[in-house]
């Protein structure tokens, strides 16, 4: 019973290509998130969706399209990858996107894409 | 200045020992902390929240310094399953998104 799934779990492509990762999550939470980690192991946010609407666009490449068709899906679909997208990206939710108190999220397995 | 700065180590101990992570945090306002873990080639998973009051979880206690912006984690008796990276995690002040705002992570290997 897998709380956040993402897939695939690898995927290997040429420059150039266009990619989707595929997350969801059971958990019956409000927000979801995207998350790049990179070579030097650094995880940043890179989106947030909140029932399905955008709350957090960080400075991403326009290349980078996240779409949520429902509050248990968010899809991040990559055009024309480029060399410097390797990295590991990230799924993530939880309860809820603000608040008074700590709130947990919770990960995915991550997918390590690798552009060649 | 990094809004979450850590040392990245690596930390390498025996087992048993006892070894503490020191994090700085960059925004006054920042509103919740967290201590996350992530095994090698694995995502990262909540180890414990941390509470200006000062919290325990077992071997593990976690300490909030908020007039010096200042978070850390103690771990006693190291074991060979604590080996992993430890991140230091912050969120932004009430009424944001919260999104979570990592360190780059401090390294932790346990020898036996």
């Known amino acids: 019973d897998t709380a956040v799934s993402q897939t695939p779990k690898y995927l290997v492509t040429q420059m150039g290509n266009d990619k989707s990762i595929k997350c969801e999550q059971n958990?019956?939470?409000?927000?979801m998130y995207w998350y790049k980690q990179d070579s030097k192991k650094f995880l940043k946010i890179m989106f947030s969706?909140?029932?399905?609407?955008?709350?957090i666009n960080e400075t991403v490449p326009n290349r980078f399209s996240p779409k949520s068709p429902d509050k248990a899906h968010l899809n991040l679909h990559i055009n024309s990858l480029e060399l410097g997208d390797s990295a590991v990206y990230f799924c993530?939710?939880?309860?809820?996107?603000?608040?008074?108190?700590?709130?947990?999220?919770?990960f995915g397995p991550g997918t390590r894409l690798t552009v060649l | 200045r990094k809004e979450v700065e850590q040392d990245p180590g690596p930390f390498n101990v025996p087992e048993g020992a006892t070894v503490a992570f020191n994090c700085t945090y960059s925004?006054?306002?920042?509103?919740?902390f967290f201590w996350y873990r992530q095994d090698c080639r694995k995502e990262p998973k909540l180890l414990m929240s941390?509470?200006?009051s000062g919290n325990e979880d077992g071997r593990f206690t976690a300490q909030l310094n908020r007039a010096s912006q200042y978070i850390s984690l103690l771990i006693r008796d190291s074991k060979l399953s604590d080996s992993a990276t430890y991140l230091c995690?912050?969120?932004?002040?009430?009424?944001?998104?919260?999104?979570?705002?990592f360190g780059s992570g401090t390294q932790l290997t346990v020898l036996p």
């Open positions: 993530a939710s939880s309860r809820d996107w603000r608040g008074a108190g700590p709130d947990t999220q919770y």
């Open positions: 958990l019956g939470h409000d927000t």
């Open positions: 969706y909140n029932n399905k609407e955008l709350i």
């Open positions: 925004n006054s306002a920042s509103q919740s």
């Open positions: 941390v509470y200006s």
């Open positions: 995690v912050v969120t932004p002040p009430s009424g944001s998104a919260r999104q979570l705002t």
